[in-house]
């Protein structure tokens, strides 16, 4: 059974943010309304060890977390041969309301997307949950981060999985590996960055340094490295650089896709919608 814990996040952090920057609307849905708007909740399905509680805490204070409406789901399960790739994954930000749910999940997440309590899902494999605290915290920083691009902008974080479906199947000058993806750079970096306040910048920085074992991940990391975590990164404009770079390919790609998103994502509507960067991006 699940152990579902209301999290004590209600630090200032929290209590600061304005719900109507972040959850503007109410859905009516057959005469019911849709609350998509209960307090923000962790369920703890492994049962974290008080130490690693006031890590997450420590982590969430770096971001203006809503107060209301997402759902951070801590696993307890392994869920690595799953029929659906989103769960063999080390770590997920899904936004449920406007990308809807994963119909093939098990039970407990699918029973979570169904309840329509929350807009915004974050959910960390077991692995995740038993790294080691600096593993951890860059996985959860980084979705965190997934969630703070994907409320300034659904067409920033759409065109970032849009890359993610779509780059390994083109032609391109850049390394096919994760951080050649805007949004995919962005969440790192801002991992490396929440990760030095967090842990002090040397032990960061060894941890940036000491590239993992593999060529795709040391390219990848090659790229974060090229990279300095406290400048600004212009997210926005570099994905929209990136669509209108590959723009003829991936029409290429999409007019022989059978995947309903690659298929129907518009890339010159997407590219409009970036080059207009909210105020609030940080
Ligand atoms: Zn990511």
Not at 243 to 254: M, N
């Amino acid at each position: 059974m699940s152990s579902r814990c209301s999290w004590s996040v209600r630090t200032e952090a929290f209590v600061d943010c304005t719900l109507d920057r972040y959850l503007p609307f109410h859905v009516i849905q057959k005469g019911t309304m849709v609350v998509w708007k209960a307090v923000t909740t962790v369920v703890d399905r492994i049962g974290l060890c008080e130490h690693r509680q006031i890590l997450m805490h420590r982590i969430h204070s770096h971001f203006n977390i809503p107060y209301t409406g997402v759902v951070i789901v801590l696993e307890k399960e392994d869920y690595q041969t799953y029929h659906n790739h989103v769960w063999r994954q080390t770590a997920v930000h899904l936004n449920i309301q406007v990308g809807g749910l994963e119909e093939m999940s098990p039970e407990h997440l699918l029973t979570l997307m169904r309840s329509q309590d929350y807009s915004n899902l974050i959910w960390l494999s077991k692995q995740a949950c038993e790294a080691r605290d600096i593993c951890f915290a860059w996985i959860l920083t980084h979705e965190l981060r997934h969630l703070e691009q994907d409320l300034w902008s659904h067409t920033l974080s759409r065109a970032g999985r849009f890359l993610n479906c779509t780059l390994g199947r083109i032609n391109m000058e850049e390394p096919q590996v994760q951080n050649a993806i805007p949004t995919e750079l962005d969440a790192n970096l801002c991992a490396w960055r929440v990760g030095r306040r967090v842990f002090g910048a040397e032990i960061v920085d060894t941890h940036v340094q000491n590239a993992p074992v593999g060529d795709n991940s040391k390219q990848s990391f090659q790229i974060l490295r090229s990279h300095d975590p406290d400048k600004a990164y212009d997210v926005f404009g570099c994905t929209k650089s990136l669509l209108q770079k590959y723009q003829s390919q991936f029409k290429e790609l999409q007019k022989q896709s059978e995947d309903k998103f690659i298929a129907t994502f518009d890339i010159d509507k997407a590219c409009s919608e970036l080059s207009r960067r909210p105020n609030s991006v940080q």
